[in-house]
């Protein structure tokens, strides 16, 4: 990491996720014109952000990482701030009820890349390449909007810069965040900090690895590894002990408080015997990370029309479950993942407000993974604060 040479041997490495661009000479050209721009965040501030995820790590605080599944360019401010009204908000219910300060990091200002579970998506006997995020592509179902144009990193920044001043006026110690996907985009925005001799990302505070590229082997663990950020990484119930400890290895060899982040997104119904033995490898090694508790991946279904939901139910049962295993091992939990958004959208169903499967044609508006209204963020925080053992 003290090298002044960036280590670029990642590109030799399997990259799973990765869009092809029709013409790559326009690629090299943004990803040119990228590395020529401001960087979106400083390095000060991601060293602010490490030594508050180490205080969620010890107990002393928590966690609040919230916001979209994807982001699209075209959100209006009024969005924007809604969604950070309600961030806001169950912060605050969250402080109150477990009496800890809580570090709040949006999903936000770059969350514009998403893993897909295949490359096509059909429908009516039509069949296009999957919509990857605003960086790469568009959400609507035609050829021209489905074919990645990489000039939308342009966009991205852009975008970014706009998001985060927003998010800036309305809650000064908030975070950003967002998957390290698109390496394209993320080698691009890499910066060297003169004063400190490291490199960091400046495209977002704290930068994640999901589920399907946290390869131990791959690229975006050896790419991530080199970047002074706090990083998180997704966990799910295939997790073995190997690939956690070597992730850890990888990630954080010096063992730096704050470092790193293990998500947990097992699912309410696996959490109880996915958990506990990675938690036990990980204690015994002597290794101390943050664990937070993504309850939204591991619990997503398909209904009826073929739309992606989640039951509220599930969702609050695999928080207490996540606090019940922590317990057990005796280690604090740091905080929560979690998909929301402040507008009054259909996408989650359950009690409180009671929403059922009829309800989802209402006000489904998600560009990917359903999110929790704002009622059923508020009544999830409180119930979190209920099973929350410090
Ligand atoms: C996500 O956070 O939107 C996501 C795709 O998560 P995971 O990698 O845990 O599946
Ligand atoms: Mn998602």
Redesign the pocket.
């Known amino acids: 990491m003290s090298e002044r040479v960036l280590d670029w041997s990642w590109r030799h490495l399997p990259a799973v996720q990765q869009p092809t661009w029709p013409v790559p000479e326009v690629a090299e050209q943004a990803t040119a014109t990228l590395k020529s721009l401001p960087g979106i965040v400083d390095i000060q501030e991601c060293d602010q952000l490490r030594r508050e995820v180490a205080a969620a790590a010890d107990g002393r605080a928590l966690v609040l990482q919230a916001g979209d599944?994807?982001e699209r360019f075209d959100t209006s401010p009024e969005s924007t701030s809604a969604t950070v009204r309600v961030i806001t908000r169950i912060a605050h219910v969250l402080s109150r009820g477990v009496g800890l300060p809580v570090v709040v990091i949006g999903?936000m200002a770059g969350?514009f890349a998403?893993?897909r579970s295949g490359a096509t998506e059909e429908r009516d006997g039509v069949e296009l390449p999957v919509y990857r995020g605003d960086v790469i592509n568009s959400p609507e179902f035609t050829l021209a909007a489905r074919i990645p144009d990489p000039r939308r990193m342009l966009t991205a920044h852009r975008a970014a810069v706009a998001k985060l001043g927003l998010v800036r006026s309305l809650n000064r110690e908030m975070f950003v965040s967002h998957?390290a996907l698109l390496l394209d985009y993320e080698s691009a925005l890499v910066r060297w900090d003169e004063p400190s001799g490291r490199w960091f990302s400046a495209s977002g505070h704290l930068l994640?690895?999901?589920?399907?590229?946290?390869d131990p082997l791959g690229a975006h663990v050896a790419f991530i590894a080199q970047l002074a950020n706090p990083i998180g990484v997704?966990?799910?119930p295939t997790c073995t002990v190997d690939e956690v400890l070597s992730v850890i290895d990888r990630i954080d060899p010096a063992g730096e408080p704050g470092r790193l982040t293990l998500?947990a997104?097992m699912g309410a119904d696996r959490i109880r015997t996915a958990l506990p033995p990675l938690l036990r490898a990980v204690v015994r090694s002597g290794r101390h990370v943050a664990w937070m508790c993504?309850p939204?991946?591991?619990n997503t279904i398909k209904l009826g029309a073929g739309r992606k939901t989640r039951r509220f139910e599930d969702i609050a049962a695999e928080v207490a479950r996540f606090h019940e295993t922590l317990g057990e091992h005796g280690v604090a939990p740091s905080g929560l993942?979690l998909?929301l958004t402040g507008e009054d959208v259909t996408e989650c169903i359950g009690r409180s407000p009671a929403l059922s499967e009829r309800d989802l044609a209402r006000r489904y508006e998600t560009a990917?993974?359903p999110r929790l209204n704002r009622l059923q963020a508020i009544r999830l925080v409180h119930l979190t604060t209920r099973t929350f053992r410090k």
Do not use: N, S
């Open positions: 599944c994807a999903r969350q998403k893993p998957e994640w690895i999901g589920e399907r590229t946290r997704k966990i799910g998500v997104r993504d939204m991946h591991g993942h998909e990917c993974d």
